[in-house]
């Protein structure tokens, strides 16, 4: 790397830095909105509401990253633009292509990053935020997994949940049933289970402890349809959102619910549009150049950021679009998560014909 294009690339970073912060900052405000109105019911308090805000910042940062790319390309090199600085180096024989070299450069750091986090960070992160807003619709307690395991209360039931092998599947589920006077009645344990959202658990391997007609009586079944008394929220807070979870787990979970026959399309979408926003954000930084590239010739550094900021919007608000669309008429997985990528792409190719022979 020549010391033009660690220039370029510097200064492109010192473009991405404020636009990231200032999305960030702004979309995580709007999410403590949300959380705040929650506060109040059950055990959930306004402490709450703000870890939640916190646990939840990296994900968004993803979800920003590629507008960041195109919108940090118009903040930092869009400067030197307007100082004449990209003339002089047009003049100097640097072409299209070098000067596109620092910002794919970056924009591949950007992609480690997004790997980094989407594989060590944000799943842990977000099961915390979920065992959070667990509490709004919490009767009793509910702590975490340093606790011995997920601990939930319901009405005269408490549930304790000791881990999560992937997606809905569950091991060392226990469940108390206390009487009137506080008492266990009843307790249940069961080696493994699959939740599921609507209530009924499948437990398999379960012993059941009846106290209630004096010593207490042991039954064993290999498997057990329970009714969960938890509701979905708390139910869901042991479970790493599916958004969240990598995508080497996210495959195999799909892979999990096709040799379960269950519907995986939803899972489909989500896998495929983490894996097009590596491709998003290489494509996102090439469509900046030619933007520069244009401000450089007519200085109109307001117009092409006004340009582009409306096209980073609107590629954001296009991939939340196809996203709900297409599990709505049942689209390809592929199609749905790459037709704004691939729109985007064509958009750059065009651009950059546009700039080529300048």
């Known amino acids: ?3 033009v294009t660690r220039y370029l690339a510097w200064h492109y970073l010192l473009g991405c830095v404020p636009v990231l912060l200032i999305l960030v900052t702004l979309f995580s405000f709007l999410a403590l909105s949300e959380e705040l109105e929650s506060v109040g ?14 646990f939840t910042t990296p994900g968004r940062l993803l979800e920003l990253l590629p507008v960041t ?3 940090g390309s118009l903040w930092g090199l869009g400067g030197l633009a307007r100082h004449g600085e990209i003339v002089a180096l047009r003049a100097a024989g640097v072409s299209v292509l070098q000067l596109a070299v620092p910002v794919l450069a970056v924009a591949l750091m950007a992609v480690a990053m997004v790997v980094g986090l989407r594989f060590q960070v944000i799943p842990g992160l977000e099961q915390n935020a979920q065992v959070l807003r667990a509490k709004s619709e919490s009767t009793g ?16 039931q408490i549930v304790r949940i000791g881990g999560l092998k992937g997606g809905d599947q569950l091991h060392d589920v226990e469940v108390y049933r206390l009487n009137a006077r506080g008492q266990i009645e009843h307790f249940m344990r069961a080696a493994s289970g699959r939740m599921r959202l609507d209530g009924e658990w499948r437990l398999q391997a379960v012993r059941r402890y009846d106290t209630r007609e004096g010593p207490a009586r042991e039954t064993f079944d290999e498997t057990l349809a329970w ?3 938890l509701s979905d929220r708390q139910a869901s807070s042991v ?4 958004e969240a979870l990598s995508p080497v787990a996210l495959h195999r979970y799909i892979e999990l619910l096709d040799a379960n026959r269950l519907d995986s399309h939803r899972h489909r979408i989500i896998f495929w549009q983490q894996v097009s926003q590596l491709l998003a954000m290489v494509i996102m930084a090439i469509v900046s150049v030619p933007f520069i590239l244009g401000t450089q010739r007519s200085g109109a550094l307001a117009r092409s950021a006004v340009i582009g900021g409306g096209l980073g919007i609107g590629f954001y608000l296009a991939e939340q679009l196809v996203s709900h669309l297409s599990i709505l008429i049942n689209l390809a997985p592929p199609i749905a998560a790459l037709l704004p990528e691939l729109a985007m792409a ?8 546009r700039v080529r022979g300048y």
């Not at 509401?49 to 916190?54: G, I, K, S, T």
């Not at 479970?239 to 599916?242: C, F, I, N, Q, W």
């Not at 064509?346 to 014909?353: E, S």
């Open 346 to 353: 064509g958009i750059a190719t065009l651009l950059l014909r």
């Open 69 to 71: 790319l195109l919108l």
């Open 227 to 229: 009714r969960s008394p």
């Open 239 to 242: 479970a790493v959102p599916v």
């Open 41 to 54: 019911e059950g055990l959930y308090q306004t402490r709450d509401a703000l870890m939640v805000m916190l």
């Open 1 to 3: 790397m020549n010391r």
């Open 141 to 156: 307690f509910i702590s975490s997994e340093d606790a011995g395991g997920y601990w939930m209360r319901s009405g005269d």
